[in-house]
């Protein structure tokens, strides 16, 4: 299968070639998200403006919905030089620098607008450069939004209210022992098995942003989404260095620059895909509920400290953490 899907990318670029021949620089972008998705939409406007401010010397094309790869997959062949961009989740990228770990924590964020700071801050350039020996870095990020939990037979007041609470997660060391350390049972599962485990009972309930329950249904078979806004994950548009090679310094000033233009406005496209989501959940029968966070943090608090001593990215961690 991943032979099958590298030999879609390279016909998929052959074809582009053929389309594009006026062009001197043709970049490619991967992104598995759908067409409709707000990041799917920013990055078409990044690829918009970087062709519009290098008067079409610099041309980016999107392939969405995973056509070229899962972002695993995908990260390969840019690596090889198959892609030159694409948009990944921080979660796959521990396996390329173990910085990435500490976006994967709880709590690590106060809320959206210090996720925000933090992201623009100095951190950001110590992520983007630290996967350069792995042959890419980081242009921006974007926000994939607040983690929560949402449950078929009952809401999560407190963490006690997850006592006996089969709770799929992602399948990260730091995500089990969140959720056990909570006191739920932490169940990992892929993403397209969660709607039937739900359905059968299988699992009494999952952690994910509210999006899930409209894109992904969630919200048919679990009717109570708890707003702990446990985990807030980036994603993160990468560049490979043999593509910025390929661009002159003006070019990669201009890519850099419309990067960062798209993060701007797709906070604003990504607010309006939640109050939407909230509002099509609301209509399916979903209730949510707001809980104190306090005591959630409480529970987790000795996972962080631990991870501060981390020597890999300990030192990451407590700047994020001690970002105002």
Known sequence: MKYQKLALTLTAIATLAVGQAEAKTR????????????????LQQFADEVKERTDGEVTIQLFLNAVLGSEREVLEQLQNGAVDMT??????????????????????????????????????DEVYNATEGSGFVGLTFFDSGARSFYTTDKPINTPEDLAGQKIRVLNSNSSIRMVEMMGGSPTPMPYAEIYTALQMGVIDGAENNVT??????????????????????PDFLVISNAAAKKLTDEQNTIVKEAALNATESFRALWDQAVKDSTAEAEKMGVTFVSPDQAPFREKVMPLLDEYRNDPDFGGLLTQILETE
């Open 27 to 42: 970049l490619t972008l991967a992104n598995s998200l759908s067409a409709d998705h707000p990041t799917s939409t920013a």
């Open 87 to 124: 948009r990944v989740s921080a979660g796959n990228l521990e396996n390329f620098d173990p910085v990435f770990k500490a976006f994967t924590l709880p709590y690590i964020f106060k809320g959206e607008d210090h996720f925000y700071r933090v992201m623009t801050g100095p951190v950001a």
């Open 212 to 233: 899930a329950l409209t894109i992904g249904r969630h919200g048919e078979v679990a009717k109570f989404y708890s707003q702990d806004e446990h985990l807030r994950i």
